[in-house]
């Protein structure tokens, strides 16, 4: 590992004034991803910046009725808190079903969103990938891509983001709430947060340097009674998915009257079914319907060499994902 | 006295060295306090085939705390291999850093040498390679032109197959794979050298001591006497750790070029690099039988590779040879070359394959042939080794198997695939029967006897390791029951070159080999003493006979080895395997609910340890099965598995409740004690038992490991099936 300093911010003025100082600094938070790619001399920072002991640890209601998420908070308590629990739970069974309850403990939400591709070619230092090296070209295009995107891929990156806890907020829609080096705060809307590749795959999404990530907001209770975090893997735990899908639906008077679906696995950010979910908005919750809209959802797909099961696989864990949402009513 | 189970073998105790390792007292390689040591981590290649064109040490050179950095350029000239591929199982060198070329991606083609393991890794990263780079081989299909027969015994058979596919009534030929696979002991190959004028001492974390005691002689062409290895615990090794390893060869050179000891750990990453791998096996196997079962025809044709620079086959047609009775049989095994690093025996290496081939096969019959697959593989049992005409000293796979069944519940086997559900699951039963060579071989150990205050302590010293087994414990059971007295009496010391030597752990020869080795010591002392005090053994005890003999400390050593019966017999342990799965009807999703393993695998020392020793070759085999596997890159040959975020075991979640029945039994003909192994019969066929399952579960045949949901969901059910 190549040498750094290290900072422990006491204030979030601390850590801004210390990343305005040097543009090679980092964030840590858990650093269960920082500090893995760092070993792997992917990420070098000269200097890392602790901010997850800053005083947003919290879980607080906000304004619109709903609940505010402290970045600091780990990913364990932020799952298993009462509040979430109660009024998320699509969300609390999302984030309980990534990694291992070790790293959960370690995570924070702030760097769960900002978690890096699990791409290969991006960990392996020598490997060609533009997401890392920026015009080096992309391993991945034309090699082992088997768990690489289906949806919104480029020539230059075919990478998926990684995050369980994000298709859950992306199911759900959200906000996240930055605070910039000038310490004024910005919002983003959650499905604007990440990024499709593009031409410019070294950007995940678009935080920008020196800001940090304090909160995230949701709105209003969703999906308390029928929700499923449906996860595909190689193994039932401590694996990324293959393939997840989040659903979340309101019924009323035999009807969809509201409903949240998002997939995982298959694009450079968490995927939002918006056809989908478009199209059985107003119509009844039959198996037929839901394979209407997973035919629909998938329509779209582009596959890479390695990745055709994903179509396959991606129609049955809407289909199912759905089912399971909705049996939660019987 | 008889209900003291701290008397003797076959009591299920717990290990002996346990408090040790639970209270983090028990050494391994890297933890010993040696003064003055310095660090070295290797440099490895990131082309997979070429030649070093330049070097620049300039910045790492600067680092801090930096001593030394050795490339080809200045390393020590070692013994080198002829330019023949040599076979790396009777190859005793391992020369590194003797040229430019590189051979493979990760080869080792530099080190550094630094005060801080820190400042070696980061120094490390700071060295600079040009390559001129040529076109690898890499790709396992492209290279099918350079298949080589390695050597005649690679090549067996007996009858004639085509008369034999003629005569049947069924017939199946078909391909199974299975992929390249790590051993990943817990823990990391380690060494702390120390070269001092011409003397070498090695903590080096290795499976068998005589072996590596050799192999840094050999190589640095000095005596081996001057060489002293040891290791008292070694966390693991399925293989990795049976030879030496460059990076044993490199630690003792570092030390030799800065003239103080060194510690060199290999990375977790390296393990997939530097300490060898389990190749991919292409197998196909074709199978003839008449309408009653009994088969007509077996032969099993194994296409692997191998490096460029030495040669290893696995074996994987032994199952095949003597498993059944057929008449007909065919084996071979053909190797490419690939720039790839030399695979090397990995647990149950063969038959851990092999059987995942022939048993899907054996399944594949029964069904074709409307039987049962244990009734079938009962009918075609043989009580004589058929590829030597040896009698077994002992079989007991038709008990094994029908015991099996009916513990496991098999008549509740759905008889046609995919027909029993529980909601969204399809569940399936699978058997597999299971055979593992039981080896023995010459070892030797040492018992001191200490007489103080009327109270004997025995203290048995052989250069035998324990690689987690159980090693010391069944050693202080043996003697303990030869020498009668209580095991809290027995001090075991293994790992060490200066104790007499043993075969080393490894080929589930351990447990037989060590025990008899002991025994043979502690029966020579015995009768030294019943000489010199006139007494009996039996009657008085060796605290009487030592008082009587006037005699405060006695020494004795002894030898045992396989006699003739055994060399007149076909010794191996014999296994079966009943598995329950579950399958998602749609997602591909799938569970192992529980498992049963049947063995005959002569005395059991201790239930304890040798449950362990099934119950993680059951998980290993489910690894094999549903998780393990080393991925290429297909343009540049390196590993995308790296880690072990991806390259996956499996969890507790994914695993069943695991049962296991011993069959009580002594094979004296195997040898004195009835010993046979037990180490790699758990892991033998548990793949084809899970995969068989699937097929009953779901009608779909999973020939290509690890069956993985992105497998399955895709699969296509049989084509006689379809129409269900
Ligand atoms: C083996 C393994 C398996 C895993 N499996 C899963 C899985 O199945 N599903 C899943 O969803 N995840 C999984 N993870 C990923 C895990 O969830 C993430 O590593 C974790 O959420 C990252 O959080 P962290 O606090 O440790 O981030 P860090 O590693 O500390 O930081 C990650 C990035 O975020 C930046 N950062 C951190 N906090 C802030 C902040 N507040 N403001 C601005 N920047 C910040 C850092 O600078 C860094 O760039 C796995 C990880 C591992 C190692
Ligand atoms: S997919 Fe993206 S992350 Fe992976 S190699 Fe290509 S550019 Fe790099």
Known sequence: MRPFTYTQAKTIQEALTASANNTEAKYLGGGTNLVDLMKEDVERPSQIIEVADLDFDTITSNDTGGFTLGAMLSNSETANHPDIRKNYPLLSMAMLSAATAQIRNMATNGGNLLQRTRCPYFFEASMPCNKREPGSGCGALEGANAKHAIFGWSESCVATHPSDMCVALAALGATVILQKPDRTSRTIEFTDFHRLPGEQPEKDNTILPGEIITAIDLTQPKFKTNYHYLKIRERSSYAFALISVAAGLKIFGGMITDIGLAMGGVAHKPWKLTKAEAFLTGKMPTTANFEQAAKLALKDAKILSENEYKVTMGKKAIVRALEQALAKTA | ?724
């Open chain 2, 1 to 724: 006295m008889d209900t003291d189970i701290s008397i003797g073998t076959g009591n299920p105790i717990d290990r002996v060295e346990g408090r040790l390792k639970v209270m983090g007292l028990a050494k391994y390689a890297s933890e010993f306090n040696v003064k003055n040591l310095a660090y070295a981590q290797g440099i490895n290649s990131t082309i997979a085939k070429g030649t070093i064109t330049a070097i620049d040490t300039s910045e790492a050179e600067k680092q801090k705390g930096v001593i030394k950095i050795l490339t080809y350029k200045n390393a020590d000239k070692l013994k080198h291999y002829e330019e023949e591929l040599p076979a790396i199982s009777t190859s005793s060198i391992q020369p590194v850093l003797q040229n430019a070329d590189v051979h493979y991606y990760g080869e080792y083609v530099g080190l550094v040498i630094a005060e801080t393991f820190e400042q070696a890794q980061y120094a490390a990263s700071l060295v600079k390679y040009t390559y001129s780079e040529k076109k690898p081989d890499i790709d396992f299909d492209s290279s099918r032109g350079k298949a080589y027969k390695p050597t005649e015994k690679s090549d067996y058979s007996r009858g004639n197959i085509m008369q034999g596919m003629a005569e049947a009534d069924v017939t199946l030929e078909q391909t199974y794979n299975t992929p390249i696979e790590h051993h990943h002991p817990m823990e990391l190959h380690a060494i702390i050298a120390s070269w001092n004028n011409g003397d070498v001492q090695a903590y080096a974390s290795q499976q068998i001591i005589d072996d590596a005691t050799i192999t840094i002689a050999d190589t640095f062409q000095i005596e081996k006497k001057n060489v002293r290895v040891i290791a008292p615990f070694v966390g693991g090794g399925f293989g990795s750790k049976l030879h030496a390893k460059q990076h044993v060869i490199l630690g003792v050179m570092a030390s030799k070029q800065i003239g103080r000891p060194v510690q060199m750990t290999v990375t977790r990453n390296q393990m997939f690099t530097n300490t060898n791998l389990r190749q991919r096996n292409e197998q196909k196997i074709q199978v003839g039988a008449k309408s009653d079962g009994s088969l007509t025809a077996l032969s099993h044709d194994t296409l692997s590779h191998t490096s460029t620079y030495e040669e290893f086959q696995e074996s994987c047609g032994t199952v095949t040879k003597m498993l059944y009775k057929t008449p007909n049989n065919k084996v071979t095994h053909r190797l490419m070359p690939m720039n790839l690093q030399t695979p090397f025996a990995m647990r149950a290496p063969g038959e851990a394959t092999g059987s995942f081939a022939l048993e899907s096969a054996m399944d594949e019959m029964a069904w074709k042939l409307k039987m049962d697959p244990v009734d079938f593989r009962v009918k075609n049992d043989t009580q004589v080794d058929p590829s030597s005409d040896k009698p077994f000293s002992s079989r007991l796979l038709n008990e094994c198997l029908k015991i099996g069944a009916e513990e496991f519940g098999w008549k509740n086997r759905p008889q046609e695939p995919g027909t029993k559900e529980e909601g969204n699951w399809l569940v399936g039963y699978g058997v597999s029967g299971a055979s593992r060579r039981a080896p023995y071989q010459k070892t030797s150990a040492k018992v001191i006897l200490e007489l103080k205050d009327t109270k004997v302590r025995a203290t048995i010293q052989m250069d035998a390791t324990d690689i987690g087994t159980g090693s010391y414990t069944i050693i202080a059971q043996t003697a303990s029951e030869y020498l009668n007295i209580s095991v809290s009496q027995i001090d075991v010391e293994l790992g060490d070159s200066d104790f007499p030597k043993t075969p080393g752990s490894g080929g589930s020869w351990g447990a037989a080999s060590f025990s008899n080795g002991a025994r043979a010591a502690c029966e020579n002392a015995l009768t030294a003493l019943e000489e010199k005090s006139g007494l009996k053994a039996a009657d008085a005890g060796i605290a009487k006979m030592m008082q009587a003999g006037n005699l405060n400390l006695f020494e004795a050593e002894g030898t045992a080895e396989p006699d003739e019966e055994f060399k007149k017999h076909s010794v191996f342990s014999f296994g079966a395997n009943f598995t329950e799965v579950w399958v998602d009807k749609d997602t591909g999703v799938f569970r192992i609910k529980r498992m049963l393993n049947v063995a005959s695998c002569g005395k059991i020392l201790n239930p304890k340890t040798a449950f362990g020793q099934i119950i993680g070759g059951c998980a290993m085999g489910a690894g094999m099965a549903i998780a393990e596997q080393t991925k290429v890159e297909p343009n540049y040959g390196n590993f995308i598995t790296r880690s072990f975020a991806d390259y996956h075991v499996p969890v507790n979640l994914d695993m069943a409740n695991i049962d296991v029945i011993f069959l009580p039994e002594e094979d004296k003909i195997a040898n004195k004690m009835g010993i046979k192994g037990v180490g790699e019969l758990g892991i033998t066929s548990v793949a084809a038992s899970i995969a068989n399952a699937i097929f009953n579960a779901t009608g779909k045949r999973m020939r290509d490991l690890p069956i993985t949901p992105e497998k399955l969901i895709v699969a296509q059910k049989e084509p006689e099936l379809l129409n269900w």
